[in-house]
């Protein structure tokens, strides 16, 4: 079983930068696909970006497609979400999730995760 700890959210301005870091205990991310889900007021949680066990496939979700940039350090047994170009519609809870399934398309998907962090609120102002 592992445990996940996001840190790194916080209020920034419209355009501004933050880097979520989601801690991993218990086992090693190296043997997990890794994903970050965001979910706003009143809105159903959705997929943010995903990174398979080797980091060797990634996948984004549309509205963030090259403005976030994730990745893993396994040394530190922590995956990173580095948001640039935020704007309002990124305000939301972010949740990163571990999963045994280690790599696909399927990553992209709420339902393929096992383990949740209890998330950190980004809010960006206009």
């Known amino acids: 079983q592992v445990q996940l700890v996001e840190s790194g959210g916080g209020l920034v301005q419209a355009g501004g930068s933050l880097r979520l870091s989601c801690a991993a205990s218990?086992?090693?991310?190296?043997?997990?696909?890794m994903g970050w889900f965001r979910q706003a007021p009143e809105k159903e949680r959705e997929f943010v970006a995903a990174?398979?066990?080797?980091?060797?496939?990634?996948y984004y979700s549309d509205s963030v497609r090259g403005r976030f940039t994730i990745s893993k350090n396994n040394a530190k047994n922590t995956v990173y979400l580095q948001m640039n170009s935020l704007t309002p519609e990124d305000t939301a809870v972010y949740y990163c999730?571990?999963?045994?399934?280690?790599?696909?398309?399927?990553?992209?998907?709420?339902?393929?995760?096992?383990?949740w962090g209890q998330g950190t609120q980004v809010t960006v102002s206009s």
């Open positions: 990174i398979s066990w080797r980091a060797t496939t990634i």
């Open positions: 999730a571990a999963t045994t399934v280690l790599t696909g398309p399927i990553l992209m998907n709420s339902g393929t995760y096992h383990y």
């Open positions: 218990g086992r090693t991310v190296s043997n997990y696909g």
